[in-house]
């Protein structure tokens, strides 16, 4: 299992001292993608080149958060795939690899080898089963849950709500013989009753992507989506909103 295991921080981060972490979805073909969150292997490649240029190394969120816990995540950058993609394993690893980078991957154990139904608009994607989330993290991949169907958590009720963060934590653990540390929320929205919920589940920490003012934290931590559009200049404009807490 890889080392990218998170501690929770001893402070919650505003989103401006928040560390750097990049969203992620699919590595294929981005012809097709409606929704922008495809990016070409060849691309992601370019993209870490263009984060090592800037002085950056990507890593999980686990390791990022324990780093920032330390005062050590300067060079550091996470990197987040979420939904669980069959694509991670067979084209984002490998370019992961290549340039010395790690990663954090956010998976859906309720729709384990199925697929990406509540796109609507988007094409059919498969989803990674029980072998390939085994061998994600064996290549040193954090597994982190994405709750367990990709429903809005801000809209469920208590049973569904306890299900998605507790279940799926538990299936999860029993998968890779690990309980994960993280929780992503599904289209990135996050209420404290959400936050409170992975929370109590035990995870130690949460992703969304822009919360609410006033709940950012280690269970709400802002992250910048990266599409097949972002080159250097792109990453540096982001990494400077970044910064400003923009």
């Given amino acids: 299992m890889s080392a990218d295991t998170a501690t929770t921080p001893t402070a919650a981060p505003t989103a401006s001292a928040a560390p750097w972490i ?26 870490l080149r263009a984060l090592r240029r800037l002085g950056l190394t990507g ?10 816990a330390l005062g050590r995540a300067r060079g550091l950058v996470g990197l987040s795939f979420d939904d669980g993609y069959a694509d991670f394993t067979e084209a984002a690893l490998p370019v992961l690899r290549h340039h010395g980078c790690t990663a954090t991957l956010f998976v859906l154990p309720g729709r384990l080898g199925g697929g990406n139904d509540w796109d609507p608009e988007g094409p059919r ?12 993290a064996l290549a040193g ?22 299900q998605e963060t507790g279940r799926s934590r538990a299936w999860l653990h029993e998968l890779t013989g690990r309980a994960p540390d993280g929780f992503c929320y599904p289209y990135g929205t996050v209420d404290r009753r959400a936050a409170d919920a992975v929370r109590a589940a035990g995870y130690a920490y949460g992703c969304a992507i822009r919360p609410p003012a006033g709940l950012t934290g280690p ?3 802002p992250r910048t989506h990266v599409s097949q559009a972002d080159r250097g200049v792109r ?7 970044h910064r400003l807490g923009m």
């Fill in 22 to 47: 990049l969203m992620y979805h699919s590595v294929a073909d981005p012809s097709d993608d409606p929704y922008g969150i495809t990016v070409a292997p060849d691309r992601l490649g370019r993209q």
């Fill in 59 to 68: 890593v999980g969120v686990g390791t990022l958060l324990r780093a920032h």
């Fill in 125 to 136: 994607k498969p989803l990674l089963d029980e072998r390939g989330i085994r061998a994600a």
């Fill in 141 to 162: 991949t954090e597994i982190g849950s994405h709750g367990l169907y990709h429903v809005d958590l801000t809209a469920v009720d208590d049973d569904a709500l306890r």
């Fill in 219 to 221: 269970y709400a931590l």
């Fill in 235 to 241: 990453l540096r404009v982001k990494r400077l909103r």
